[in-house]
Nanobody
Framework: QVQLVESGGGLVQPGESLRLSCAARGIIASIGVMGWYRQAPGKQRELVATVTTGGATNYADSVKDRFTISRDNTKNTVYLQMNSLKPEDTAVYYC???????????????WGQGTQVTVSS
């Protein structure tokens, strides 16, 4: 069974930084695109950033130039460095990975359990 285990959330003041990590654990043959999504209270889950196996990235306009997504393929881990945090970044952040549990299987999408990020003075 595959699990995505997140860490790094917390409470910070506006302008501060946080780094989220998400490790994929279990029997994994390959991992494709990995990403981060977030959901604020009363809102739909939205894309924050994605990164391909080769390192190509994509960001939501609201986080460009402030957030950086990266991954370590040797550790099956994706990171989200969040700088210059704003109150509107407050949300539960979820990591996401498209992966195969065996070479003969198609990719499936897995989600982490979510980690709370709160930006408040």
């Amino acid at each position: 069974q595959v699990q995505l285990v997140e860490s790094g959330g917390g409470l910070v003041q506006p302008g501060e930084s946080l780094r989220l990590s998400c490790a994929a654990r279990g029997i994994i043959a390959s991992i494709g695109v990995m990403g981060w999504y977030r959901q604020a209270p009363g809102k739909q889950r939205e894309l924050v950033a994605t990164v391909t196996t080769g390192g190509a990235t994509n960001y939501a306009d609201s986080v460009k130039d402030r957030f950086t997504i990266s991954r370590d393929n040797t550790k099956n881990t994706v990171y989200l460095q969040m700088n210059s945090l704003k109150p509107e970044d407050t949300a539960v952040y979820y990591c996401n990975a498209n992966l195969r549990t065996a070479w003969f299987r198609t990719e499936s999408t897995y989600w982490g359990q979510g980690t709370q990020v709160t930006v408040s003075s």
